[in-house]
């Protein structure tokens, strides 16, 4: 590897299937990524060469990528986390793939209309964000090859916090397409949530639409603070609250998403012995919350407490196998 594992980086293990990395904190055995991409028989809208691919994940939320990709992937107990997670040991990797360098190769040659389109975009950010060409990279199909140009979205990622920040900053420039009913529907439906509050929290920077393709932005933390294992969390109790946000943090924009507290007002499931200015953030693993988080101010949110350790503060945890939880406007 010529750098640290990222977020939304693509393994091909020595089945030739293809797992996303999820985040960039890592046991140093393996990293935690998940299975999206498996070969088949059948005819499907995914293809590299003569090879066609089936995609095992249709629905992105914690709880669906338990219950589908656990039938053909193993979950291992993660005691850093304190969950079970997707793993894939660094002996069963065969080929990994760098979104930055993909986007480098399409930038020298792009060869489809969906390649094109990435030069297209890339162009336009180059007008709002400074130097953004050296922070940009594509993953999914097109990072594998394996992309339909009629069918497939274009996944894109941006590093790091300045230049996450001042895309955000420029999205009133950009054209983009709001969700369907039926896509706010699905999302209600797999949340758990009113409508009506899918329709408000829905991250804006997943339906850009440029050459008449879709493109969906991924932020992707560039540095590396943390070590795996500097810190160790405990599951307490499911909680619910009510808390004033630091807005505007890019670090809520990150996967998983870390928001940091500035008040707690409510405390309720139940009424903890935890003093509240000891809950120091949120931390989500579902990306429908990463916007509102960024956004910031009072939301209601509920999750998991988890107690860090060493350093005995407390943190919620939004997303868990457990607890799905959620973050919406208070």
């Known amino acids: 590897m010529y750098r640290p594992p990222r977020d939304h980086d693509i393994v091909e293990d020595v089945d030739k299937s293809f797992l996303v990395v999820v985040g960039n904190l890592h ?61 894939i040991k660094l002996s069963s990797i065969r080929v990994y793939y ?13 060869s489809d209309e969906l390649e094109l389109t990435v030069l297209e975009f890339s162009d336009i950010l180059r007008t709002y964000v400074k130097n953004v060409s050296n922070y940009l990279g594509v993953t999914g199909s097109l990072l594998t090859k394996t992309h339909n140009v009629e069918a497939s979205d274009i996944d894109m990622t941006i590093y790091g916090c300045r230049c996450s920040s001042e895309f955000l900053e420029s999205l009133n420039n950009l054209s983009t397409s709001r969700p369907t009913h039926e896509e ?37 933390d560039d540095s590396q603070t943390h070590r795996y294992g500097s810190e160790i969390y405990v599951n307490l109790h499911p909680i619910e609250l009510v808390a004033d946000i630091r807005p505007y943090d890019c670090r809520s924009l990150f996967y998983p998403s870390t928001a940091y507290i500035d008040r707690v007002f409510e405390v309720k499931y139940p009424e903890s012995y935890v003093r509240h200015h000891d809950i120091a953030y949120v931390v989500s693993y579902e990306g429908l919350y990463s916007y509102v988080l960024y956004r910031g101010g009072r939301l209601r949110i509920r999750g998991i407490l988890q107690k860090i350790i060493p350093n005995n503060k407390y943190r919620v945890l939004v997303g868990g196998i457990e607890e799905p939880g959620y973050v919406i406007p208070h």
Do not use: C, M
Not at 55 to 79: A, C, M
Not at 98 to 110: D, M, T, V, W
């Open 184 to 220: 706010i529907s699905k999302q209600s439906k797999t949340h758990g949530l009113p409508f009506e509050v899918v329709a408000k929290i829905y991250p804006p920077f997943k339906k850009l639409l440029i050459r008449g393709k879709v493109i969906n932005v991924i932020f992707v």
């Open 98 to 110: 760098y979104p930055e360098l993909r986007f480098r190769e399409i930038i020298s040659k792009a």
């Open 27 to 87: 046991p140093p055995n393996g990293l935690i990524a998940y299975l999206k991409y498996v070969r088949t028989n059948k005819r499907t809208l995914w293809k590299y060469g003569d090879t066609y691919y089936e995609r095992i994940l249709k629905t992105y939320s914690v709880r669906n990528l338990h219950q589908y990709v656990s039938k053909h992937q193993e979950f291992t107990y993660d005691e850093i986390l304190n969950t079970y997670v997707p793993l």
